[in-house]
């Protein structure tokens, strides 16, 4: 087995725990001292530096969502001066002001040391050739990967986002053996590789995929088109970016990084989870100094698995992502998590890899789930009474996972929206009447 860090990754329990609290009171020492946001949030709280002196009084802390970046847009939060950090990534900022973070040096090789410990993990070695099929610009997926992928000593081919074709000849060419992107992409690729009867002359070895939910079906899909052991990657811009958390070789949750990132699984009030029940993702940086980040609620539905894992590296593992909080759609006021959706679509053999879900409310009337499926080629037999035959028993599949009844649309293998970077797979119309039924009160 080999490891990037050992001394951190095969670290005991007890040491780790002394080393996260020292980090603790480093990090909330230096927000209290240098980011306004956070000292007064602290004041109203009443708790000071001085007030940590175990792991536990994390709970004392003020907590961190996205709105308080949006608030303090752009470099607000940054606990050092502005003429140490030497890097800023961006949200993109569909929903309102982009969100800014920043990176000192120091920043930029603990990043990068985080994300060679990952692929190291997953077996990636010096002399691999590694294609990252992601957008190199205010998305942290591009340089993140790439400064991982030079940190450990692979080489970095920069491919950048899009032209598919382009992609493909690149990694013929160049004998590609790793690939970095979405899953949705990788599906994309993969479909267009076999289209093209080029899967065997490539030289794919690992697929890191991340930066949206899927599933395990398709990272089987992915793994059996491209002949690739394929890996999920966790991250988010708030705490650097790509390689918060990701796969070992047991490909049985991911391992998160401890000594970077203090941990917490909560429920919708606040509190700690059961070990095994799901929650919120929530996350303290421990080792970032340009922007320290509190209790960051990032949003993410996961669960801890609490078993050693056979890799040897003892930080705790996560569940594969669930989905994010506040994409959970309340269907006549059931919870669905769009990845119970993509599970039960993907075990059925007649389903390609690519739906949409349309969540729709008619005028008085209860709301409604539509999901429009992709047939695969091979499941389309021309006759009709075959095609009302799959839309049952998906409709039927559903209905029993998710309590609640959807409309299938089975719709033609390739007219669903591909897309190079995060695919949008919900679209709630419902969202749209409230806004213009706001708009109607206003006017
Ligand atoms: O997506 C960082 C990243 C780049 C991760 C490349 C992995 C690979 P953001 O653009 O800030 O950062 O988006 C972060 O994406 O809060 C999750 O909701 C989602 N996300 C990221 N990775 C996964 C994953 C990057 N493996 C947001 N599974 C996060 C599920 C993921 N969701």
């Known amino acids: 087995m080999t490891y990037w860090q050992p001394e951190f990754e095969l670290m005991k329990r007890e040491e780790l725990e002394d080393l996260q609290l020292r980090r603790l009171k480093s990090t909330v020492d230096r927000v209290y001292k240098n980011v306004p946001f956070y000292h007064s949030r602290m004041k109203e709280a009443g708790v000071s530096p001085a007030d940590i002196k175990s792991l536990d009084d994390l709970a004392r802390l003020p907590t961190t969502r996205k709105a308080n970046l949006r608030e303090n847009y752009p470099f607000g939060l940054f606990a050092v001066p502005r003429e140490q950090v030497v890097r800023v990534h961006a949200s993109s900022g ?107 002359k490539l030289k794919l070895r690992i697929g890191c995929f991340g ?62 989870c059961a070990p095994g029940e799901p929650g919120e993702l929530v996350v303290t940086s421990l080792t970032k100094e340009a922007m320290p980040l509190l209790r960051y609620h990032t949003g993410d539905m996961s669960y801890f698995l609490d078993e050693k894992c056979s890799c040897g590296r003892t930080s705790r593992k996560l569940h594969r992502f669930l989905g994010r909080a506040d994409d959970m759609l309340i269907v006549r006021g059931i919870n669905v998590f769009p990845s119970q959706i993509e599970d039960v679509l993907v075990s059925l053999p007649e389903i390609g890899n690519y739906f949409q879900v349309i969540v729709d409310r008619p005028k008085h009337g209860l709301d409604e789930l539509t999901i429009q499926v992709e047939m695969k080629d091979e499941a389309f037999t021309g006759e009709l009474s075959d095609l009302a035959r799959v839309q049952r028993r998906v409709e039927d599949k559903l209905k029993s996972i998710l309590n609640v009844r959807s409309k299938i649309e089975l719709v033609e293998k390739g007219s669903l929206p591909r897309t190079a970077g995060k695919s949008k797979k919900i679209v709630d119309k419902r969202d749209v009447y409230a806004k213009d039924e706001k708009a109607k009160a206003g006017s």
């Not at 991982?148 to 081919?157: H, K, T, Y």
Request: proline content about 4%; some cysteine; charged content about 25%.
């Open 94 to 200: 569909t929903t309102g002001k982009p969100t800014v973070v920043g990176y000192t040096k120091n920043d930029i090789e603990t990043w990068s040391d985080i994300m060679a410990r990952d692929f190291v993990m997953v077996g990636v070695h010096k002399g691999d050739v590694f294609q990252n099929a992601v957008n190199y610009g205010f998305f942290t997926g591009g340089l993140g990967i790439h400064y991982g992928i030079e940190r450990m000593g692979a080489m970095a081919v920069p491919s950048g986002v899009g032209n598919t074709e382009r992609q493909l000849e690149i990694m013929q060419d160049f004998g590609t053996t790793v690939l970095h992107c979405t899953p949705s992409y990788a599906l994309y690729l993969a479909e267009t590789a076999k289209a093209k009867g080029l899967v065997e």
């Open 211 to 272: 930066a949206e939910p899927w599933s395990d079906e398709a990272r089987r899909d992915l793994e059996d088109a491209l002949n690739i052991k394929a890996y999920d990657s966790y991250g988010l811009s708030e705490m650097f970016g790509p390689g918060v958390a990701f796969e070992c070789q047991e490909q049985d949750g991911l391992h998160i990084w401890e000594d970077h990132f203090l941990v917490e699984i909560l429920d919708r009030d606040g509190q700690p």
